[in-house]
């Protein structure tokens, strides 16, 4: 492939990515830990829009460009309500007892690795191992100018575009945002403040879980559903996450983009299977060099 | 008799099981300026947290205009009318100076930001550029926005833990004027203060905090002139009395 079609699938890898990051460094930025089920939250995510348009039949009739049908809307919002609804289970089960005992944040991560071990195995006893899709239809790429695009990826790469300018909106013009980057920054002003930290946590779950579920839902769109794909996403999310620095949405996008890019482009000079060194790679150069992002910022 | 504005009735209070202040009183009027002053470790910032709801008193209790408020947590305590500026990482760095005001008046929801507009206006340093992020802001500047943070919900008392630490001479002056305008509006405020000398000076009543007990209380100017109040803290005689008076807990480590 030549390098131009090449950046165009990193941009739209890079998209799944960057939406999938942009949940992960909010929840990072404001509950202060690495949260290590955020690659299994996507998997959740997907299969509870499979559950809707293929295990309830409700697929609707035929989209016009897009592989899935309009059912596909249906499973988006149950999706979408059902992730942060579960976050907000998780943090009331697991997180919070920990955060009002004064865990450490390394207890946090852990508690949130067997979190993640839970719904992958619950995830692969319900729908198995193999791979699935939502449609058996396929979605024919559109030649543009040489460069070949499916609709369904320009769909990703647009939604990624949209949630990202809400994601800002929502931080930068509301009430709510403002205190959720006011509790990223320190905590105990905002309480200070007058601001009930607790209701921002849960907030900050349950729109973080909200955007947990486009991400899962346009990953299984752009590749499969399968047991582990949202696992598989998790270590380019983190680098993503890192290089864009930590609480940052927009440096999550810019992160996601650079590593999506960059992990297609390398199949150039080396083997297509040592692709997900990429991310690796960039997650160890920028903890090494620019530990606290590119661009250094917090929500 | 009307109840006190604010009263702390025998608190202790402490870290991990241990108090630091013990049975410690207190009363202020509406409109009145109270400083506490005493050696490091006297527990003058322990007694500050534990008066506002950041700590929990293991003893004793606070009351608001006679209402029992002890058990209120910060957010609670902002509500019924009690500001508090902490001393260190007093404004929210990534936020603009504005959206910091918007902060301080977040219970008033959408009048929050006609208040920030006031408060813009009585801080000029700060009105001139409500766009720039808090952390660029000099020492002072930040001093300037934490007070106003703080003034948002037009509170009843302010409570102030060292608001001129690390500020220089000039700047802290500039502090003291504020303060001293902000209670001629009505508002009562009890500082904790190391630059003793000037925080008195403005103050209906000083409070001198020596390992956790209430050792002194006199009317501002009569504790300024106080020989031995002077030579303790507020550095008039040779700095190598301070040390004495700092109890020793733990045989000098």
Known sequence: MDTLQLVVVGTIVGSVIGLGAMGLTLTYGILKFANFAHGDLLTLAMFLAFAVVSDLGWAGPSMPWFSFGWGMLGGVVVAVLGLAAFSLAADRLVFRPLRSRGSAVITMAIASLGLAIMIRAVIQIAWGSGPLRYTTGINRANDYFGLKVKPDQILIVALTAVVAVGLYLLLHRTRLGKAMRATADNPELAEVSGIDTERIRQATWAIGGALTAIAGVMLAVQTQLRFDAGFNLLLPMFAATILGGIGSPWGALVGGLVVGISQELSTQWIDTGFKPAVPFAILIVMLLARPRGLFGSTV | ?253
Not at chain 2, 118 to 137: D, K
């Open chain 2, 1 to 253: 008799m009307s109840p006190a504005l604010f009263e702390a009735m025998e608190i202790s209070a402490g870290y991990g099981g241990a108090d630091i202040i013990h049975r410690v009183s207190l009363q202020i009027d509406a409109g009145e300026i109270v400083t506490i002053i005493g050696p490091n470790g006297a527990g003058k910032s322990t007694f500050l947290k534990a008066a506002f709801g950041l700590l929990r008193p293991s003893h004793g209790m606070t009351l608001l205009r006679g209402i029992d408020v002890t058990r209120l947590r910060p957010p609670k305590m902002v509500a019924a009318g009690v500001s508090f500026v902490p001393q260190l990482d007093n404004v929210f760095p990534s936020l603009s100076i504005r959206e910091n005001l918007e902060m301080g008046g977040y219970l008033a929801g959408r009048h929050a930001a006609a208040r920030a507009d006031e408060v813009l206006a009585m801080f000029p340093e700060l009105g001139r550029r409500p766009t720039e992020h808090a952390g660029r802001l000099s020492g002072g500047q930040r001093q300037a926005l934490a007070l106003g943070r703080a003034l948002m919900l037009n509170p009843v008392l302010l409570m102030l833990d060292e608001p001129t630490a690390a500020l220089s001479p000039l700047v802290r002056n500039d502090v003291f004027e504020r303060l001293k305008a902000i209670r001629e509006s009505g508002v009562a405020i009890l500082i904790v203060e190391q630059n003793a000398r000037e925080a008195l000076a403005i103050s209906d009543r000083g409070v001198v905090l020596v390992a956790g007990s209430v050792a002194l209380e006199q009317p501002g100017v009569e504790m300024l002139a106080n020989p031995s109040v002077g030579r303790l803290f507020l550095g008039l005689d040779d700095p190598e009395a301070v040390p004495a008076a700092i109890p020793t807990s733990n045989g000098g480590g």
